[in-house]
């Protein structure tokens, strides 16, 4: 009796030590399992997708790849063909450059964007183990010009109103303009997108700037839109544009025939006048 309650206590041990073998064997047999994909795509371009995975001797079961929850490729070398494709509109699969380990789309479209993943099955008998790892791809697309920007004239002068916009061609996502003026920001940051076709957006931006003496460097002004998508792209367009007659030194804005024209060149004369007067007290 004693002998058989032994008998069934060591069967129960010898079960538990192989469980646990099992178990042991289950943590190192798929390991490393991790997805290399691009950050950004180029609408229309290719991208190639790799599931890199560490068997440790385990058999590879299949390899399956999801947009979202929906399975578009699938390698399993226990079928015939072992590569399988799921159609969806987007997605085209180059099933000549894609095997167990990577798939290589071309011609990719928006559709694609966002969460790809791979899982990865193995079968280590009598038990399949089994590692999902995701990732996020955005398939974006640049604009075909650079920014451009009009100004409502060539010429300025002190206390003169610079009014300008700046307009970036369709894109996806739209781009964000901003002004620069002799390289110092100007303007608020308030660009506005507009709808175009195939899920494009166009972005404008609008300037409206009392020009003060500060804003000239040696009598020249230098407007600049930088139109900028994420880390992907970034452009500038620059209109060169010139101070109406002389620069606006002291001397000719506190003449007075210029200063009897118009009231709007009060504030500046006043801050033309309190230079002068700093700099004369040094
Ligand atoms: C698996 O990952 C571990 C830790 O990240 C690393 O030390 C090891 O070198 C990797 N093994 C392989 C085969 O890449
Ligand atoms: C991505 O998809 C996988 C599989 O459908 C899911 O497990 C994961 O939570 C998703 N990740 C995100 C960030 O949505
Ligand atoms: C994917 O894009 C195609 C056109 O490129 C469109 O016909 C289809 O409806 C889109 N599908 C989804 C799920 O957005
Ligand atoms: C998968 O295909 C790519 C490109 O053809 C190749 O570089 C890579 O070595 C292949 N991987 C395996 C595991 O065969
Ligand atoms: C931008 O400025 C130009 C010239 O001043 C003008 O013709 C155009 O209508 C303006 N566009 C917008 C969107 O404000």
Redesign the pocket.
Known sequence: MSFFIFKMDFEKIALCVFLIILCAQDCVCLRNVSLESPRYVQKGESA?LICHYDLQGATLYSVKWYRGQREFYRYCPSESPATKIFPFPGINVDL???????V?LHDVGFNLSGNLSCEVTAEAPPVFLNSVVSTHMAVHQIPDRGPVVHTNQQHYKTGDVLSANCTSPPSRPPATLSFLLNNNPVGTPETRVHPSDDQLQWSSLSLNLMLLPSHFVNGHLVLKCTAVIASIYRDTAEVQLTSRGKEPVPERVTSPSKASTSGRFALPAVILHLGLIIRAAR
């Not at 000549?96 to 990577?102: A, F, H, M, T, V």
């Open positions: 190639v000549s450059q894609s095997n167990e380990s990577q290589v």
